[in-house]
């Protein structure tokens, strides 16, 4: 599984920025677009502001600080995720606006490239099905705010190859420096209910291997994401592989 070296983030807003901080401190270089050049340059500003902060606590060296920013490049141009080895969609929560987001990125994107989105709530399968690469279609579902909430969910879609979890599993333990791994969130099971069928599918999918490996685990507490998640309840049962 090759090494990811570049990672393009879409939408530069409160959970984009995020990302793209993550990605950056950890060796990555990082495109961000964002159609609004406003929203642009307050990334960009938060993002120096946040790495200075770093830096004066000692808690990363001026050098480290100064590369990481060297790997920001912020733009208005989805062109220039063309060489992204994986693109990690965060704009706003609507599926119809992803979807056509999704249609663009598959055009541009090179043919190994990973699609990956921050859904809270929309069903990976069906962005993955506008697209003509399903097999490395992902989510990604960071916590708010990124930097600090060390938890992400690598969330399958129906079609998602294990290929695709695999090397998005490994860049999430890179960018959190994971230590440990777990397993399900076991009251998850109990919100079933509140999700459609596409989503719970995804669910039993993703569970089930896992129990059958007797890898049991839990996660943040099965009540823990609503505050921060956009959409709330639909985000809790999503199976978190990776816990950091
Ligand atoms: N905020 C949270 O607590 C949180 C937590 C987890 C996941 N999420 C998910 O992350 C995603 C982003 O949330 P956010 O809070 O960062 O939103 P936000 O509104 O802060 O930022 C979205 C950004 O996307 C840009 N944008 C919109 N459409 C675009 C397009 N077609 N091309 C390029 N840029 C575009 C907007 O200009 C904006 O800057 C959503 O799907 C949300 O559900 C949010």
């Keep these: 599984m090759a090494v990811m070296k570049s990672m393009g983030v879409v939408g530069s807003g409160q959970m984009g920025s995020g990302i793209a901080q993550l990605g950056i401190v950890h060796g990555i270089d990082v495109w961000l677009i964002d159609s609004d050049p406003n929203a642009l340059a307050r990334a960009s500003k938060s993002i120096s502001s946040n790495i200075q902060r770093l830096v004066s606590k000692g808690l ?23 060489s992204a080895d994986i693109i990690i969609e965060a704009i ?23 699609l990956a989105s921050n859904t809270s709530s ?39 190859s294990d290929e695709t979890f695999n090397a998005t599993k490994a860049l999430a333990e890179r960018m959190f420096s994971a230590r440990r791994l777990l397993g399900v969130v076991l009251r998850g099971v109990d919100c079933i209910t ?23 685990g839990y996660g943040i507490g099965a009540w823990g994401t609503p505050p921060l998640a956009t959409s709330g309840i639909y985000s809790l049962p999503y199976f978190p592989v990776c816990r950091l």
């Design 60 to 82: 990363l060296s001026q050098a480290a600080g100064s590369s990481a920013l060297g790997r920001l490049r912020c733009t208005k141009s989805l062109e220039e995720l063309h």
């Design 92 to 114: 706003a929560e609507s599926e119809d606006v992803k979807r056509k987001l999704f249609l663009e990125l598959d055009k541009i994107a090179k043919s190994s490239a990973i």
């Design 122 to 160: 929309i069903s990976i399968t069906r962005l993955a099905s506008v697209t003509g690469r399903p097999l490395q279609v992902i989510g990604m579902h960071f916590m708010n705010p990124p930097p600090i909430m060390k938890l992400v969910e690598v969330i399958r879609g129906a079609d998602t």
């Design 194 to 216: 509140w999700m459609t069928s596409a989503q719970a599918e995804q669910i039993t999918r993703t569970i089930n291997p896992v129990v059958k490996n007797g890898k049991f």
